[in-house]
C-alpha cells in the first residue's frame, strides 16, 4: 500500500511543476547584480528555484524557497528516486542575498526530473507571516512531518497551524487522480478577509485557513484534472484561479475561474497555456504566468524559454508584457507597479543555483524579453 501511495505522490510531479529552493547561509556577502537592459533588474540570483513571495508593512521582502531536497534517496520503482532533505526555508531578500527567517524546512526532490516540493509560497494576514509548506506525511515517504500552513513567529519558531495531512484522506475531492497523493500537492497561499485560501493542486481543491486551524473546501475544481495553481483575491473575496493544466500542456487548453466566496465558479479568462500565477495588477486587470507556450504533443511537452506573463484584455483576450521567460512560477507587483518574478519553475540537479528573482519595468514598451538574460552569476557568496 505504501509503494503504491509513493507511486501516486511520485507521479504527480509529472503534472505539477514545482522548482526548488536555495541554501540561505548566516554570513553572506552581497556582490553587484547584473542588471540587464529594457527595464529588468535581478534582484537576487544563483537562488535553487524561489516561490512565492510578500512584502510586510515595513517593505521587508520575503521569499519562499523550496530546497532542494537531500542526501536520503528512495527508489520505489525505476525511474523515480526521491532525494529527502531539510534545505527548505523562508528568507528576507535584501541587497541580492538571501537571509533565514526560518531554515532546515522539509523539502522533496524528484531526482529524474529535478522537480522538488518545501516551502511553496508565504503570506501576511492581520500582521502575522504564514508558510505553505509541502513534502511532509506518508505519500512523501515522511510520516513523521505535516504539509500544511505554518506561523512564522518572530523568535524564527513555527506553529502548525493547518494540518493538511491530516485532513485531506477525510477530505477527498470529487475525482480523484490516479496520480493523487493523500498529503496533497500544496501550491499557492493568498489572505482573504479573516482567512487564508490555498490551492491543492492535483487534487483540485480551493481551500480555506483559517488562523484557528479550521479549514474548509471553497470549491471542489477537481473535475477534468485541470490543476488548480494561482490565486489572486479581490477586495469582495472573490478569488480568481488558474490551471497548470496536465501533459502536453496544449496552447490555450487553460483558463482563470472566479470562485466567489460562496463556492460559486464561473469562467473569468479562457485561452490561457499552463498557467502557474495569477494576480491582479496596479491597474485592476488580471495578470497570468504561462509556464510555457508553443509546447509540443512529445514528451517533455514543454518549450524552454517561451513563458510569459500576460494581461487579460478580454474574456478570451490577452496581451504578453514578459516573453522569453524561463518556466515562470510565482509573479507579483510592488507598491511602485514593478512586476516582480521568480523562475524557473523546475531545472536540473533539483534547480540548484540557477533560481532568480527579477524586478520587471512593464510601464512604457511592451513585451519585455528576457531572452537576452542568459546564465545569471549568484548575486551573493557565502
Known sequence: MLARRTLFALLALTLILFGSAPDVVAAQQATPAPTPAGGVEVVASGLDSPRGFTWSDDGTLIIALAGHGGDTQIQPMEGFTLALGLSSSVATIADGCATPLVAG???????????VWGTMDVAFLNGELYA???????????????????????????????????WLPDHPPAFVPPDYGSDGSLFDL????????????VGGQL????????????????????????????????????FE????????????????????????????????????????????????????????????HSGRIVRQTGPDSLEAVVVDADYP???????GGALYLAY??????GGAGIGALLRIDISSDTPVSLAGLGELEATCMS
Open 329 to 335: 512560477v510565482h509573479f507579483g507587483f510592488d507598491t
Open 190 to 201: 493568498e489572505a482573504a478577509g479573516d482567512a487564508l485560501l490555498l490551492s491543492e493542486a
Open 132 to 166: 505553505l509548506i509541502g513534502a511532509g506525511g506518508p505519500s512523501w515517504l515522511t510520516p513523521s512531518s505535516f504539509s500544511g500552513v505554518y506561523r512564522i513567529n518572530d523568535d524564527g519558531t513555527m506553529d502548525l497551524v493547518a494540518d493538511i495531512t491530516n
Open 245 to 304: 493544466t496536465t501533459p502536453p500542456f496544449e496552447d490555450g487548453s487553460s483558463k482563470v475561474v472566479k470562485v466567489t466566496p460562496d463556492g460559486a465558479v464561473s469562467d473569468a479568462w479562457t485561452g490561457l497555456t499552463s498557467v502557474t500565477d495569477v494576480v491582479l495588477g496596479p491597474d485592476g486587470a488580471l495578470y497570468a504566468a504561462e509556464m510555457a507556450t508553443g509546447n509540443t504533443g512529445e514528451p517533455p511537452f514543454l518549450t524552454p
Open 207 to 242: 481551500l480555506r485557513v483559517t488562523p484557528d486551524g479550521e479549514i474548509s473546501t471553497v470549491a471542489d475544481l477537481s473535475e477534468g484534472h485541470m490543476v488548480p495553481t494561482g490565486i489572486a483575491v479581490d477586495d469582495e473575496g472573490n478569488a480568481f484561479v488558474g
Open 344 to 349: 524557473p519553475a523546475f531545472g536540473p540537479n
Open 105 to 115: 524546512l522539509l523539502s522533496a526532490h524528484w531526482v529524474e526530473q529535478g522537480w
